[in-house]
Structures are given as C-alpha cells and as structure tokens.
C-alpha cells in the first residue's frame, strides 16, 4: 500500500441508514463508471479536501463504484494533525495501520448534546468502532 | 498484525438489512460484553471454523461487540483454499492486503439463478466489491 509518514488508518463508513436498496437490483458485476472490478489500490485518486495532512482515498465507496450500503476508506494523517469533532448517523469502524493517537468519543448518542469525552489511546495494529451518532475526534500523535 | 503464509484478506460484511437500528439508541461507548473498545488486532480470537487453510478474526462484529450495520474480518487462507460458493442480501468489500488468487462472480443478481461467472485476477494491494445477493468464490493461489 501507499504509505506516507505519520498515522495511516482505515475508516469503514456506512451509508445504509442514508441509501436505502432498490426493491429490484439490476445485474451489477462492474462499477458504475466503467472502472475495473478488481482495483490496484495504488493507482487510485487520493485527495486532501482542503485539509493540511490528510491524505483520503475510497477504496470503495457509492460516488465511484456504486455502493449503497458502506464505504470503506484508506486515511492517511500527518504527526499533529487531528478529524473534526462530528458525528453520524451510522456505525464507524477503525483499523489503524501505523502510528498512534487519541480517541475522543462522548458516548451520550441519545441525549441531545454530548457529555464529556473519554479519551483511548490508539495504537497501529489496533481496531475500534464508533456507535451510531457518537460524537468522536481523533487526534494523531505519531 | 499477525500473518500466516498465504493470502491474507479483510472482509467487510453488512448486516444492516439482517439487523434493523432500534429507533432509540442507548448510551453504547464500550461493548456489550465489557471488552475494550480499542483492541490490540494480536490478541483477539481467531477460528477456522471447521474450514482447513482459514484463519478468522472478527476485528468488529454483531455478537462480540454489539455492532448492527456492519462486520469486518481478517481473513487468511493458506494456497490452495477457497471460500465456498455462495451469496448474501448485502455489499461485501475485500481488500487483499497479501497474496493472490481468483475471483468468480456471476453477476446476474436479478435471476432466480447465476449466470456463468467470470474470472478476475486479485492480487496484493487489490480491492473489490461484491454487489448484493451476487454469487461468488475466491480462490487463493499464492
């Protein structure tokens, strides 16, 4: 995989809740814009989206490939640099790559704002999940 | 993490058309049977399932850890191995983090029946989807 230095993470990002499927699904073995099936990771687009230290890239997601229930991410974070603070409707799920960090994750999904954040250290080889409207930051270290 | 020889594979899984969210979501920052929420990928179980050549680790799931929209798997096959032939009512996103092998896909989702499958090289460094109730097999060569 393409690596820079700092923290690399995989962001797993569901759109079920958002997208919900057709009743009839037509015959769908290729992407939607005639990209090949199998994808060399390598070669595909990355951006930043104006954000200093990120590097983003869809390993597959519904814009590009037709997906309707989960996206799935490869994130690449410079030493310092940090997500907002957000939350969603649907689950998220982390594995982290290299490098380490905090979590900050306020746990209170059914109040109308959020408490106070816990903080978890996060470390490479390691995976966690976000519940459904939890609010959560991540801050990468290394 | 931790690597046999062969093919080393994550799997996302979706659950979301199998375990509808409940309409009011409690307080959910840590998992239903007490484990952390950030876990080390090294010490988590892992099973074959009665399958030879599989090895399986659930890094996020339904039964340990409470999750409703989604799984994700890290999955290793020894060469030679394959999963069997079959199909599912939800997406499924592989990323091939090290060896190689085939997919079939009989993309005829639409049919009581597949059609003929074609053939796709996979690789390391690779990622594709699986469109909904689309039958498929991988077979892992190297």
Redesign the interface.
Known sequence: ?RRMSGVLV?I?Y?L??LLP?PT???????SIKGLP??????ELPQDNYGRGGLSHIT??GSAM?G????E?WLQTFSPGSRTPIHRHS??E?F?VLKGSGT?Y?A????EKYPGKP?E????A?????I????VHQVNLST
Not at 120 to 123: E, I, L, N, R
């Open positions: 995989m995989l797993f569901i079920s809740l499927l009839t699904t037509a015959s769908s073995c290729c099936l199998v994808r060399n990771i390598s390993l597959a490939h997906l309707k229930e989960v799935v649907c689950e799920i594995v979590l994750l746990s209170s999904s059914h816990q978890y250290f996060v470390f080889n390691s995976t966690f999940h519940p459904v409207n939890d």
